[in-house]
């Protein structure tokens, strides 16, 4: 299983951006996926997940920001953000569950500043 995450750069302030993770090697079908974040000296964090059960959470930072999605056709992963601050700087991750096994892609940097 190989995630690649794609659609990070540098924009300024207020604008958005469209994150895509291709995976190969399976399908995001209906399994348990999300997107996660790493700012310079902190942890990663989740930012948004969608469960096997259809269920969407995303973390508070990003409600009505951020949505996630996914193309089962394209078999891609998606995370849209609007209205992006300088707080939202990070390397983003995708994440795929597989029968309890976590995957991850390398990371897309985000950057908002004017």
């Known amino acids: 299983v190989q995630l690649q995450a794609s659609g990070g750069g540098l924009v300024q302030p207020g604008e958005s951006l469209t994150l895509s993770c291709a995976a190969s090697g399976t399908l995001f079908s209906s399994r348990p996926v999300g997107w996660y974040r790493q700012a310079p000296g902190k942890e990663r964090a989740l930012v948004a997940a969608?469960?096997?059960?259809?269920?969407?959470a995303y973390a508070d930072s990003v409600k009505g920001r951020f949505t996630i999605s996914r193309d089962i056709a394209k078999n891609t992963l998606y995370l849209r953000m609007n209205s992006l601050t300088p707080e939202d700087t990070a390397v983003y991750f995708c994440?795929?569950?597989?029968?309890?096994?976590?995957?991850w892609g390398p990371g897309t940097q985000v950057t908002v500043s004017s």
């Open positions: 969608m469960y096997a059960n259809r269920d969407i």
């Open positions: 994440r795929l569950t597989v029968r309890a096994t976590d995957y």
